[in-house]
């Protein structure tokens, strides 16, 4: 279980070139797509915490930054990886449910079984 390196909460996964949680991932989403500029009322140095990460939007949008959101959007090498292996795990989960099913492999030849699997394919977004 990861956390995220910017709040400390519970983290989803990688965003944007980060370990972050879905509140963090928002945030820096907003802020770039909107280009958002935020001011601090303090000395830029405020805790950016589970509790305390909305008080300063200036610091969360700098820590974010500093620990290594990536404002470009473009996908990192890492993140493509990352991307890759999920979807490899998930295509294999696929087809080990698909083979446990005992009218697909023993009605089905491995071209059927093929051309089946892959009509269930659809964009990806």
Partial sequence: MEVCVICGD???????????????????????????????????????????????????????????????????????AHFTKSAEALLSRLVRWARSIPAFTSYLDSDDQQCLLNSGKGPVY
């Avoid at 909305?54 to 404002?71: A, T």
């Avoid at 473009?74 to 493509?80: L, N």
């Fill in 10 to 80: 519970l983290a989803t996964g990688r965003h944007y070139g980060a370990v972050s949680c879905e509140g963090c991932k928002g945030f820096f989403k907003r802020s770039v797509r909107h280009r958002l500029r935020y001011i601090c009322r303090a000395q830029r140095a405020c805790p950016v915490d589970i509790k305390n990460r909305n008080l300063c939007r200036y610091c969360r949008f700098h820590r974010c930054i500093q620990m290594g959101m990536k404002i470009d959007g473009e996908f990192q090498q890492e993140d493509i």
